[in-house]
């Protein structure tokens, strides 16, 4: 866990270092293959953008204790791996800095976030010259609990 942070840590210095030195094939090694932060095309939901936000939709879980107190989430961002088949994994969430009381409401609805994006189906891989590689992608979840 501590070596995945670190490489998020790295990919994220990588990252802007990159657009400092325009470079568009930032890449980093995990698990023997590279995973690029940037891609020439960027994955794709199967359906694209508005299939994505149904697809959520239909599938995230907003715990009863949420909806009831009318909890402000916060911006929440999954963070996972498109893989040069299309296939989604290690998926992590991100979130503002919550107290130990909202991190015990935000429990159940985290857990259902990463259980949606897991279950997803495969997604157009993206490619760089040409060919499919795997992407870190980062996606917003919006929600409006009202």
Not at 10 to 39: D, H, M, P, R
Not at 126 to 132: D, T
Request: glycine content about 6%; aromatic content about 8%; proline content about 7%.
């Amino acid at each position: 866990m501590k070596r995945f942070v670190l490489v998020l840590l790295c990919l994220g210095a990588i990252a802007s270092l990159s657009s400092l030195f325009s470079c568009s094939s930032v890449f980093a090694q995990s698990l023997n293959e590279k995973v690029y932060t940037i891609a020439e095309r960027q994955p794709e939901y199967p359906g694209g953008p508005t299939a994505l936000s149904l697809y959520l939709a239909e599938n995230i879980r907003i715990p009863n204790a949420l909806l009831r107190k009318n909890f402000n989430t916060g911006p929440i961002s999954a963070k996972f791996i498109v893989d040069n088949l299309g296939f989604v994994h290690d998926v992590r969430i991100t979130t503002k800095p919550l107290d130990k009381k909202a991190q015990k409401r935000m429990q159940g609805y985290l857990t259902s976030i990463i259980t949606a994006v897991e279950k997803m189906p495969r997604w157009q891989p993206g490619e760089v010259g040409g060919k499919p590689v795997a992407v870190f992608y980062t996606l917003p979840i919006e929600v409006n609990l009202q």
